[in-house]
Each structure stands twice: as C-alpha cells, then as structure tokens.
C-alpha cells in the first residue's frame, strides 16, 4: 500500500491505480491533498480561492456513488482563475474582476466534472494571463518566481497539492511555469480543445494548457477533454527515431546552465539510439519571437476593450501592450500573421524526416525575485505557430532547481507528441 | 430634412449625417426605431428581449451628453442572443439556458456601447445558432422562414427597427438570413474580429457577423470592432477588375430563379467593365461542404460538453450533429481541416488575379414556412476557408422576394472586401 505521507504526490493514473487495488481510498488522497495545501499554502500562495476540506467532503459525500464510478473518482482539480467556473468567481488575476461571478463553467472544466473530478479551487494567474504576478512563490525555492501566468496551476501541481490542473497559453504561460516549478506542462495544438469559456487574450495565439507530474496523466486528461470514448486506454510510448535540437540562442538569450543541460540530454539521447540534428542558424526563429509579440499587441487591445475603461486598474505593462497594438497598423499585422504561418511550413521542411523539435523550455533556472515571471522568449515562436509542446521536467543545476526542456510536435498530432513525451520523461528518469 | 415616418430606415450614416446636419435629433430616430419596433414586432418576432421605450429613454437621457458627443449618438443596435449581454441574459434558443444572466459584455457589445450604441435588445437565435428555429419570420413575406441562426438581426435591420446588428456566423448563419431578409449581412474573416463574450460553436469555423442596410453602415462598425482610430473616416468604393463567377449548382442545389439572377448580374458587372470568369467545374466546392460539416460536428460535440447532460432539452437535429461528432475519428477530422486549408490555396491559385468571388447567397429565396431555416450549402465552403464574405441585397424575383448574391474575398482582407461590396451595392441599385 502507498504510504499515507505520500499519497498527495502520487501521479493522477497512480492514484487511480492505487484506489482500484483496493491500496488506498479517494478520501485518503483527497485528504492527503488538503493536508499538503494547509501546510505549504501560506508560502506557496498558488490559490486564489479555494473549497476548504469541509466543503470539498460535503462535495464528495453528497454524491459518493456517482464519484466511485466516474473515472477520476472525486479527486481534485485545479484551475487557472482565467477560466470560468460556475461555482466560483473568475477574477483574472485583476481588480477590475474582483468577485466576478460566471454564470457557467468553462467546457474544459464541465468534461472534467462530467469525468468525476471536483474543482478543488482556483489557482493563481497574473493579471489577464500577461506580465503581472500574482502571490504565488515558486515551491521548489521560496525566493524564486513560479514563472506565469499561470502560475498558480505550475505551483499547485508541481507542490503535491493537487495531481492534475488547467491553464492557458498565449505566450509561455504553461510551458515556462511548468520548467521553472519542476511539472509536466502541456499547450494543445491551437484549436485542438475547446476554449468555450476560457478567457481570450488573442485568438491568433491562445491555447488550453495542461499541468500534471507525469506525461501519462496529460495524456488521460487530452483523452477526456476531447471526449473520447475510452480516455482510460493507454497510449504505449514512442521513440522518435529523429529529433531537431534547438539550442537556446536559435531563439534568443539562454543561460550556460541551460546549454549544457540540452547537450547532456542530446548526448543521451543520442546514446540511446537517437538520430539528432540541429535547427539551422538562419535567424527564422528569432523573427517569429518579433512576430509573436506584433499579433499579441494588436489582438489583446481588441479583446480587453472593457478593461480598457479602466486605465487605472491596468499594469504598466498591460497599458503599454494595449497601447502598441492600437498604433500597430492592420497591414504588419498581418505580415506578422502570414510570416508566422510561413515560418512554420519553412521550419519544418528544414528539418524534414523529424519527429519532433527539442529546446529549452526557460532560458534558465527560475530567477530570483517575485517582481516578474521571467522571460517568455522560448515559448513565442511555437505559440505563433500554434504547435503543440510539452515541459519535461527532470534536468537540474548544480543546486538542485529544475532546468525544463520542452518537445514541439507537428500542429495537430498531440497524441504522437505525448506518446513521445512519455518516452523522453522515462530518459531523462533513468540517469 | 428627412421625413419623420421614415427616420426609422435610414442607415445609420445616413442617420449620423442628419443628426449632424440638424435635419432630426437621435431621439427622433430612436422614437422611429421603436414606432416600428411596437408596429411590426408582433408579427415578426425580432427580439428574444428587449428594452421598453422608457427604459432605453432613460438611459439615454441619464447620459444625453455623453451619448451626443459619441461617434454613435445613442443610436439602437441588436445583438444576437448568443453574444453575451451584462445587462440581459444571454440564452442561446435554448430552454437550458433560459434566465442565464453573463456578468460581463462581449467585446464587441463593449466596442459598440463605448462608441457610444445602446443595447436595444437580444436578437432571436435558432438553438445554439443550429437549425432549430426561434419564433422570427421574414419580414418580407410573414409566411416565409427569416433564415437562421442569426433571424432576429437580420429580420430587425431589414424591417427598419434598429439600423444595425450584431450575429455571428459558423455554416450560413449571417449571409443566409441577410439574403432572405434583405439586408446587408458581412461575416469577418476568420480570427479578424475578437469572438471573446460569443458563446463558440465551433473554433474552426466561427466568425463575427455584422447586419446593416447599406455596406458603408458595415464599414463604419468593422472599423469600431478593430479600434481603429478614425472609425468614421470614410473609405472609397473600387471597382474590382476581375470577379469569379460562382454558379450555384458548383456548390449544390440552386434554383432556377437564382441563377437566372446571377447571370443577368454578371452582364451587368461585363457591361461595366469587370471581366468575368468561372470557378472551375472540379467539385471542389462540393467537397468543401462535406468537410466543413464534418468539421462543425467534431467541434461543436466538444463545445456543447456542459449542454450534452441535458438530452432531454436538446433538439433531435443537434443531437445528431453531436452524436455524429462524437462518432468522428480525430484523424477525418484533421483530414478535413488541412483539405479546408489546401481546398482554399488551390481555389485562389486557379483563379489567379480575381479580385472576388461572386456566388448566390442562398439557394434561393426565402423558403415558406418556419420549421426550418433553408439550406446553408452557399455558405459553407467559404466558412470552411475562413474568407470574408458579404451579402449584397437589391435583386429580387418576380414577385419582389429578396434573392441574395454574396461577394467573397481573400482572408483577412476584409477592408478591400468591403470597398468593392461598395461599388457592387451601386450596380445593382442603379438598375
């Protein structure tokens, strides 16, 4: 049987497992869950708001037989408070929204409750998922910043205190929390999932994020956010037979740290049978960084439109976003627009018979400080091509602080990227 | 100065004009608009809810400064009842939703009350802006169907009893009820005008809808929903020089009477001056229509998650569209959406240096009776590519029945689109 203390840091399938042996029960899990959220929480701060134990059991206890034959059998959720929830106020992470109540839940979060989890609360996101923090700090050491937006979501899964949890992206707000806090990070293809009731921040650009501590998990929480009839199957891993490496400055500044990091797994990789090439130095991917930020300028100040009334209640750097993409012209927009598409049909007929595409998922170790969420440069060429990719946490520094790579798949094959996920997480395990 | 009886259809810069020239104030197009609204809306059955003339007074006269130094002088808009309101609940035509009040407007809704708009009321909507259709019949012959799913804007525009409209559009839903109604009906280009605050249907294909009586009004909005800075600036017609004629039966069905009309248009664009060509006779289109249903399907069984509990308060149509996309497999799926991408590439570089498309709005006039919304084949290729797209009013059948043609342009230029609409709205006029 799994030991009582460590029940809150099994993987979500492990839990599942452990509960169909008979080994422990939901309430032991869910249990375990608040005890790690009361002890760590006042640190951690990755909740905006949340059930307490009392009302989570009432939850659970009101409707037990449902939630013994669902499959995630009442376990917790968490959910980035840029996605509606019906039971609980969506505020933004800004003043403008404090106590904004949905009338709905977001489709992503209905799957999720239909499946059998219980929204256990809402997780910290900076303001509009842009630049400005919110409380969290990052669990894997205090003083360092969980990454954004969502913040909260990385922290919260990362930290043992729930096993699965929802975001967003539009810049590098799944993959970078998830490198700098140590979990598994997931942004869909875009359009790939449903948004209904997700926040926009630019349409061009936004993706549904998903965190867990195992790539199996991410994998049974696509399966059911796309309705599939057997999400509990399981997709066997796969070897890439060849992968682009990416080193970090292709894309813009990277620390020495994070560059040999990619080596050492390069070499491994490599070690392992893997045919590796590199993406060519021609500058493409540092223009699609320039282009990524035009289309996010020019589509954040039409959809905060509303907020807009409210120039007081906006940060600095979300005033200066919707100011730039006021004064940016319809015609660069869209170059910036055709290039990204472009860019991504020049990348990958480059690299050819590739399987997927492996860089850093941060520049570096998260960076000291809560006064920013770090840089979201790594992130920015792949959110403009709209392809999905995944945090594999596993590499460290020297100190111990978690060095995230991430693995880009072709637009619309996530399931063929997860499975090779799932084969790179055991690598990197197995040093 | 214009006359009292017919303030309530001019268009709205024909409005804004006469208010500035002092030929009538905006509370004497507002009466105008509600005369109509008490005349007519009985039979017609426009408006899902609405403002009563003393409650919309009222906010008007509570900020009659404001609204006077606006660029829309606290004129009336509609807006369809999938489009979240904070000051009206948002039901969707459907008996889930009835009540459901939004906390916040769309972005559009925002854009136009910033602008300086009032919210008169909620459109009628078919059933999740499917098939099922509300209570709206065509204000040009009440024995006919309106079209949907966007009825009560277009019925509302083309009876005179508000200048403008918002709907949105995901197979016909705009340019189908524009062509019945007679009314200008414009769908952006896909990704073009932010959709935050629209309740989504399916992400792949859905787009803002704007209704108006005359293509300049549909500028002037497509300008405030992009922010830009001198929305009431005035931009020119242009005459393209080459348009693609689009038969109907290259799509499907199409009557005799619709395609008698296109070609007598064509002799007319040829008379002055526009050379004419043909889309090619490879049943390109035809496969277009299968892969946009088959697209809509998938993605409206994911959207809808949260309704698909209630089976009960569904109708028997939408089930089966949910049903039939839950059958999907991923990968049809993903092979409709790239043959959509490569349907579009193939289309423009067959027709080299056509400036637009010219094809029939709808099969044909409005059908009689209203247990269904007519058949949106003319729509869905377009929609599928994601083109913008307009339906031009003005020609009819022998019994004065409003017979829709649609000009079609090339992705994300929609302002271009608009200038040639312009000239095209002229031609037939001057018949």
């Known amino acids: 049987m799994a030991e009582a203390e460590a029940l809150n840091i099994l993987g979500l399938r492990q839990a599942l497992l452990a509960i ?16 790690r959220i009361e002890a760590r929480e006042p640190e951690v701060g990755a909740w905006q708001l949340r059930l307490s134990r009392e009302a989570y059991l009432q939850q659970y206890r009101q409707q037990q037989a449902a939630y013994e034959a669902s499959p995630l059998k009442g376990l ?9 929830t019906a039971a609980m106020p969506t505020e933004m992470g800004s003043s403008i929204h404090t106590g904004r109540q949905p009338v709905d839940d977001a489709s992503c979060v209905a799957m999720l409750h239909d499946a ?9 996101t900076t303001e509009f998922a842009y630049f400005k923090p919110g409380k969290t700090a990052n669990p894997r050491d205090l003083t ?12 919260a899964v990362a930290d043992g205190m729930v096993p699965i949890a929802l975001g967003s992206q539009t810049a590098a707000s ?18 790939e999932l449903s948004l209904r009731g997700v926040q926009p921040l630019a349409q061009s650009l936004d993706s549904l994020g998903l965190f867990a501590r195992r790539v199996e998990d991410i994998q049974l929480l696509h399966a059911l956010l796309l309705r599939q009839a057997q999400p509990l199957s399981f997709e066997a891993e796969i070897k890439p037979r060849r992968i682009a490496l990416c080193p970090g400055q292709r894309i813009g500044e990277s620390s020495a740290e994070m560059n040999d990091a990619l080596n050492q797994l390069a070499e491994r990789l490599q070690a392992a049978g893997v045919d590796c090439v590199q993406v060519a130095e021609d500058g493409l991917l540092e223009q699609m960084v320039e282009h990524h930020q035009r289309i996010m300028a020019y589509e954040v100040a039409r959809n905060l439109a509303y907020e807009s009334r409210f120039p007081d209640q906006l940060s600095e750097p979300l005033s200066q976003l919707i100011d730039s993409g006021l004064g940016l012209e319809h015609r660069h927009y869209l170059d910036s627009l055709l290039a990204a598409q472009s860019g991504c049909e020049q990348l990958w007929s480059q690299l050819g018979e590739v ?3 492996l860089a850093p998922a941060a520049p570096s170790v998260a960076p000291l400080g809560q006064g ?7 992130s920015r060429p792949w959110q403009a091509m709209g392809l999905p990719v995944i945090t594999v946490p596993g590499m460290q520094d020297d100190a111990g602080l978690p060095l ?8 619309r094959n996530d399931a063929l990227l997860l499975q090779q996920a799932l084969w790179l997480e055991s690598l990197i395990a197995a040093r």
């Open 372 to 378: 920013k969420t770090g840089a979201p440069h790594m």
């Open 20 to 35: 169909e042996r008979g080994e422990c029960t939901a309430l032991d899990i869910i249990e375990a869950c608040f005890d």
């Open 144 to 155: 360092r910043t969980p990454g954004g937006s969502s913040s909260g979501s990385a922290a």
């Open 174 to 191: 799944v993959i970078r929390p998830a490198a700098y806090c140590g979990a598994v990070g997931f942004v869909a293809s875009r359009g």
């Open 76 to 84: 917790p959720v968490g959910i980035k408070d840029i996605i509606d």
């Open 116 to 124: 059998g989890a219980i929204t256990l609360g809402k997780t910290v």
């Open 404 to 411: 995230g790579v991430q693995l880009i798949g072709r637009a």
């Open 355 to 357: 399987d997927a595409i």
